[in-house]
Nanobody, 123 residues
Framework: QVQLVESGGGLVQAGGSLRLSCAAPGRTFSGYYMGWFRQAPGKEREFVAAIGWSRGNAYYEDSVKGRFTISRDNAKGTVYLEMDSLKSEDTAVYYC????????????????WGQGTQVTVSS
């Protein structure tokens, strides 16, 4: 079974930055869209960002636009989420996802999920 492995989470002060990484050992996810979701305590899981394979077209949830940047290194099969100007409301478990078919940020069925990495922003 394909496994996505996230890393880079941790504790940071408000206004700080973190960079999350996600890779699938032994697989590059060629042709797949990859992205990130997050789930805060007591809240539903929500879409954060996604990026295409070839043109690198990116999509963002409104609250993170201008603060978060998603990117990928196709040769390494790795996707990144650079998070700047972090706020306490960004505190959540962040999940890496992958799919072959991207429709919209709310209707896409994501086929692969990682185990998640905790991001905690202290105010």
């Amino acid at each position: 079974q394909v496994q996505l492995v996230e890393s880079g989470g941790g504790l940071v002060q408000a206004g700080g930055s973190l960079r999350l990484s996600c890779a699938a050992p032994g697989r590059t996810f060629s042709g797949y869209y990859m992205g990130w979701f997050r789930q805060a305590p007591g809240k539903e899981r929500e879409f954060v960002a996604a990026i295409g394979w070839s043109r690198g077209n990116a999509y963002y949830e409104d609250s993170v636009k201008g603060r978060f940047t998603i990117s990928r290194d196709n040769a390494k099969g790795t996707v990144y989420l650079e998070m700047d100007s972090l706020k306490s409301e960004d505190t959540a478990v962040y999940y890496c996802v992958a799919t072959r078919v991207f429709t919209t940020t709310t209707t896409t069925r994501w086929d692969y999920w990682g185990q998640g990495t905790q991001v905690t922003v202290s105010s």
